[in-house]
């Protein structure tokens, strides 16, 4: 990922609110903050990452205001002063002791026993404050100090400020400063973060409610790693099922090094010439992701700049053009069925494609890349072999896992996201442990008429037995959350207030080849004699 804010870069600014607003860093272009300010996209372009800066009062004669660098020592002032009183502590002259959990007392005894707490008052009461609201206004409207000088009047214009205890008057001030501070600070959109604010600020349906904490078991349980492409050698290759808008695609992308562009990425490049040739589909390190629909949900892929939207070729320049493979349903199950599959476009001689009008030659080798890029990827896909599965899906995991399945290598990990956990319990149920030995015990008579018994892997189930309980081993169900803690001197205790919504599980299963026949351990086991002789025990084998 880039250290500097690149041109046409997504980024997230977090605002003194703690929210943040997403957007795209376009050059000689005006970026508003709403009630901060404005201010001109080239003055954070080419900059590093996580720099906070601070709108400075505007100029006579001019529209949007100048950016100031924060140095950390300012932002934290705060917390070093605070660090050096502890350090150098001075008696009060009131005698106000603090306890052991951090709340001030008026009056200890000699043994320390507490007699009489503290009764200043924490309530702020806006009758004490001696400024209006039309002042107020009027002090926003000016704009001074970047909100600084706005803090310092209000605070000083309470006439309770002194009766405050140490907690709530740093609570006061971080409430005045989130409120009328002109800061901001510049972050990287990546994965966590964009996870984070689609809970938080934008619709969490759109994806399935998908918490940071599950977005990393599923690309851990699923073991999606970067993979080395070798010559004639075909691994690293991940199938996956996402309808979160390509926010699973995206995180696995980011395990697999395929995400972010490189450093030479145009956004703005066109092809050059009326016919460029397209890059093969990789072999390796790659990620096939099955949809429902004629063209893939990747919307979130845009914060990324990827877009598979645009005109063919789509972005020739991002890993993800070549790495990221996509077919719907009717082109895994029924491809003679597809259109685009099925209508096989004939190769044209140079002489025949002179003869063409630059409209229809155009036409001619966009139908031909999009034909021959769907055929290699059906043709790879239905070969089977992936290392893994990840599914996000709100769809019947059963009858995802059908199909899907066998196409999966031995020892492959399989891990379903799902926000409810009834359907995820139903699916371990049908790879239990009692139900395997069932089958075993007593196949049915559909996968006992086989032929072949290879074909049992593609059996497509009964009623007693929907899937084949023998293909996966160590199938259970797990859920995690991660809990937010207030951390402070005597009142550390988790978050009261917290968001709800679906809890989220994963299903975490792996992939296992069937023996065939029996399995027979032969040879002649013998014991240590009594008094001697030759010691230990063995197995002596047949010749």
Same mark, same amino acid.
């Given at each position: 990922?880039?250290?500097? %804010?690149?041109?046409?870069?997504?980024?997230?600014?977090?605002?003194?609110?703690?929210?943040?607003?997403?957007?795209?860093?376009?050059?000689?272009?005006?970026?508003?903050?709403?009630?901060?300010?404005?201010?001109?996209?080239?003055?954070?372009?080419?900059?590093?990452?996580?720099?906070?800066?601070?709108?400075?009062?505007? &100029?006579?004669?001019?529209?949007?205001?100048?950016?100031?660098?924060?140095?950390?020592?300012?932002?934290?002032?705060?917390?070093?002063?605070?660090?050096?009183?502890?350090?150098?502590?001075?008696?009060?002259?009131?005698? %106000?002791?603090?306890?052991?959990?951090?709340?001030?007392?008026?009056?200890?005894?000699? $043994?320390?026993?507490?007699?009489?707490?503290?009764? &200043?008052? #924490?309530?702020?009461?806006?009758?004490?404050?001696?400024?209006?609201?039309?002042?107020?206004?009027?002090?926003?409207?000016?704009?001074?100090?970047?909100?600084?000088?706005?803090?310092?009047?209000?605070?000083?214009?309470?006439?309770?400020?002194?009766?405050?205890?140490?907690?709530?008057?740093?609570?006061?001030?971080?409430?005045?400063?989130?409120?009328?501070?002109? &800061?901001?600070?510049?972050?990287?959109?990546?994965?966590?973060?964009? #996870?984070?604010?689609?809970? #938080?600020?934008?619709?969490?349906?759109?994806?399935?409610?998908?918490?940071?904490?599950?977005?990393?078991?599923?690309?851990?349980?699923?073991?999606?790693?970067?993979?080395?492409?070798?010559?004639?050698?075909?691994?690293?290759?991940?199938?996956?099922?996402?309808?979160?808008?390509?926010?699973?695609?995206?995180?696995?992308?980011? &395990?697999?090094?395929?995400?972010?562009?490189?450093?030479?990425?145009?956004?703005?490049?066109?092809?050059?010439?009326?016919?460029?040739?397209?890059?093969?589909?990789?072999?390796?390190? #790659?990620?096939?992701?099955?949809?429902?629909?004629?063209?893939?949900?990747?919307?979130?892929?845009?914060?990324?700049?990827?877009?598979?939207?645009?005109?063919?070729?789509?972005?020739?320049?991002?890993?993800?053009? $070549?790495?990221?493979?996509?077919?719907?349903?009717?082109?895994?199950?029924?491809?003679?069925?597809?259109?685009?599959?099925?209508?096989?476009?004939?190769?044209?001689?140079?002489?025949?494609?002179?003869?063409?009008?630059?409209?229809?030659?155009?036409?001619?080798?966009?139908?031909?890349?999009?034909?021959?890029?769907?055929?290699?990827?059906?043709?790879?896909?239905?070969?089977?072999?992936?290392?893994?599965?990840?599914?996000?899906?709100?769809?019947?995991?059963?009858?995802?896992?059908?199909?899907?399945?066998?196409?999966?290598?031995?020892?492959?990990?399989?891990?379903?996201?799902?926000?409810?956990?009834?359907?995820?319990?139903?699916?371990?149920?049908?790879?239990?442990?009692?139900?395997?030995?069932?089958?075993?015990?007593?196949?049915?008579?559909?996968?006992?008429?086989?032929?072949?018994?290879?074909?049992?892997?593609?059996?497509?189930?009964?009623?007693?037995?929907?899937?084949?309980?023998?293909?996966?081993?160590?199938?259970?169900?797990?859920?995690?959350?991660?809990?937010?803690?207030?951390?402070?001197?005597?009142?550390?205790?988790?978050?009261?207030?917290?968001?709800?919504?679906?809890?989220?599980?994963?299903?975490?299963?792996?992939? %296992?080849?069937?023996?065939?026949?029996?399995?027979?351990?032969?040879?002649?086991?013998?014991?240590?004699?009594?008094?001697?002789?030759?010691?230990?025990?063995?197995?002596?084998?047949?010749?």
């Amino acid at each position: 990922m880039h250290s500097l %804010v690149p041109p046409n870069a997504w980024v997230a600014l977090r605002l003194p609110s703690d929210s943040l607003k997403v957007l795209q860093i376009v050059p000689n272009t005006v970026v508003s903050l709403g009630k901060y300010g404005t201010f001109s996209s080239n003055l954070i372009i080419e900059r590093p990452y996580n720099l906070t800066y601070e709108l400075l009062d505007r &100029r006579a004669g001019e529209k949007d205001s100048d950016l100031r660098i924060v140095p950390a020592s300012e932002i934290h002032a705060d917390t070093i002063a605070e660090e050096d009183a502890a350090s150098n502590p001075k008696e009060a002259e009131d005698k %106000v002791v603090i306890g052991g959990d951090g709340v001030e007392f008026e009056l200890v005894g000699e $043994n320390g026993e507490v007699i009489i707490r503290s009764n &200043r008052e #924490t309530i702020d009461d806006s009758a004490r404050q001696t400024l209006t609201m039309e002042e107020i206004e009027v002090l926003k409207r000016e704009g001074t100090g970047a909100g600084k000088d706005l803090i310092a009047k209000l605070m000083l214009s309470h006439t309770g400020i002194d009766q405050k205890t140490t907690f709530s008057l740093a609570k006061y001030k971080l409430l005045k400063t989130k409120k009328y501070l002109k &800061r901001f600070t510049v972050l990287p959109l990546d994965v966590p973060l964009l #996870t984070h604010w689609m809970m #938080t600020e934008k619709d969490a349906n759109k994806i399935l409610e998908m918490r940071n904490e599950m977005l990393s078991l599923i690309g851990s349980w699923s073991n999606v790693h970067f993979s080395e492409s070798l010559p004639d050698m075909e691994g690293g290759r991940w199938l996956v099922v996402d309808e979160t808008g390509g926010l699973l695609v995206a995180a696995m992308a980011e &395990r697999m090094g395929i995400l972010h562009p490189p450093s030479d990425f145009n956004w703005e490049g066109k092809p050059e010439g009326p016919h460029r040739e397209e890059a093969p589909p990789a072999t390796s390190n #790659t990620i096939t992701l099955v949809h429902n629909n004629a063209q893939p949900n990747l919307s979130l892929l845009k914060y990324f700049l990827y877009d598979p939207t645009t005109t063919s070729p789509p972005c020739p320049t991002h890993p993800l053009n $070549n790495h990221l493979h996509a077919l719907s349903w009717l082109q895994l199950l029924k491809p003679s069925e597809d259109t685009t599959y099925s209508s096989k476009i004939e190769t044209l001689s140079p002489e025949e494609l002179s003869q063409m009008k630059s409209a229809k030659r155009g036409t001619y080798y966009r139908k031909l890349r999009r034909w021959t890029k769907t055929t290699h990827i059906v043709n790879s896909t239905l070969t089977g072999g992936f290392d893994g599965l990840a599914i996000a899906a709100s769809m019947d995991p059963s009858s995802i896992l059908r199909h899907t399945l066998p196409l999966l290598r031995g020892g492959a990990s399989i891990a379903i996201y799902s926000p409810t956990i009834e359907p995820l319990v139903t699916l371990a149920d049908l790879y239990s442990t009692s139900r395997r030995t069932a089958f075993i015990q007593a196949p049915p008579a559909s996968f006992s008429e086989l032929e072949d018994q290879d074909r049992g892997i593609e059996w497509q189930g009964d009623e007693d037995f929907p899937l084949n309980p023998t293909l996966v081993l160590n199938a259970s169900v797990q859920s995690a959350r991660v809990r937010e803690w207030q951390v402070l001197p005597g009142r550390t205790h988790p978050m009261m207030t917290g968001r709800g919504g679906a809890e989220g599980y994963l299903f975490t299963g792996i992939r %296992v080849l069937p023996a065939k026949g029996r399995v027979e351990a032969r040879g002649k086991f013998w014991e240590e004699e009594e008094g001697g002789g030759q010691g230990g025990s063995g197995c002596e084998g047949n010749s």
